[in-house]
């Protein structure tokens, strides 16, 4: 139970502001394990937001079932490659980062790495990726390809 009697402007309030929090269940868990599954169920919810709205899966294209599903697993596994990017990522402070992050969204590992500015290069029977000069994320990028191309 939380009893604020000034409010975040700073005015003293006339009546208090009670706040109370109750969680109902039939776990046979501690209250302090019940709390903790509680809010680990927000993390849960933020990554399944993260899923639809980064991956656009908010509506599936299909009126049948099994494209639908086929779909979903496509968009799950895709999900979970470019997490494990993004985790790679931060390994090194390569990153031009402003400060500094534990975990970066799918949103931004799209935008940063797989959308990286570059062309197709032919030559000597070769096929080569060149990047401009002055690719802040090419040090990044570069370390990626290596660790997971070894």
Not at 64 to 90: D, V, W
Not at 124 to 146: A, D, E, M
């Amino acid at each position: 139970m939380i009893e604020r009697t000034i409010d975040k402007t700073g005015q003293i309030l006339l009546v208090p502001d009670i706040e109370f929090e109750s969680y109902w269940t039939n776990l046979p868990y501690e209250t302090e394990e019940i709390i903790n599954l509680y809010h680990e169920h927000g993390t849960c919810e933020q990554f399944h937001s993260e899923l639809k709205t980064d991956l656009d899966l908010e509506r599936f294209p299909s009126g049948k079932f099994a494209t639908n599903e086929l779909i979903l697993h496509l968009g799950c596994l895709t999900y979970n490659l470019l997490r494990i990017i993004g985790q790679e990522s931060l390994k090194s402070e390569d990153a031009p980062l402003k400060r500094r992050v534990f975990r970066r969204r799918v949103k931004t590992v799209i935008q940063n790495l797989i959308t990286l500015a570059s062309k197709v290069v032919r030559h000597s029977r070769k096929v080569y990726l060149k990047f401009g000069n002055h690719s802040p994320w090419f040090p990044t990028f570069k370390r990626l390809y290596l660790s997971f191309s070894t």
